[in-house]
């Protein structure tokens, strides 16, 4: 089992700019990637980023556009999520996700069998 903790969400102003972490503990060693899901009230969980764990490519959901970087710090078993250039419709719950399957694509919420709680991520107008 792997257990994730989110923290770092807010309220900003558009334009403005948040970090989301994401603290794995368990079987840490398992996990294969990482990734990022949003939740906006009355819509579906949508992919935002992910990245494996060894190796670190990224991949990103295309209304990203260069605004969210996804990282990892593999000695402190956590995942960041840097937020620039914050718009209002990124308003949403924000899940951390883990996968310790091996997969060719990890942009589909089916691979990730952990999650965190989500932290809620408001950004006004």
């Known amino acids: 089992q792997v257990q994730l903790v989110e923290s770092g969400g807010g309220l900003v102003q558009a334009g403005g700019s948040l970090r989301l972490s994401c603290a794995a503990s368990?079987?840490?060693?398992?996990?294969?990637?990482m990734g990022w899901f949003r939740q906006a009230p009355g819509k579906e969980r949508e992919f935002v980023a992910a990245i494996r764990w060894s190796g670190g490519l990224t991949y990103y959901a295309g209304f990203v556009k260069g605004r969210f970087t996804i990282s990892r710090d593999n000695a402190k078993n956590t995942v960041y999520l840097q937020m620039n250039s914050l718009k209002p419709e990124d308003t949403a719950v924000y899940y951390c996700?883990?996968?310790?399957?091996?997969?060719?694509?990890?942009?589909?919420?089916?691979?990730?069998?952990?999650w965190g709680q989500g932290t809620q991520v408001t950004v006004s107008s």
């Open positions: 368990g079987r840490t060693l398992s996990i294969y990637a």
């Open positions: 996700a883990a996968a310790d399957q091996i997969a060719i694509t990890i942009t589909t919420m089916r691979l990730y069998d952990y």
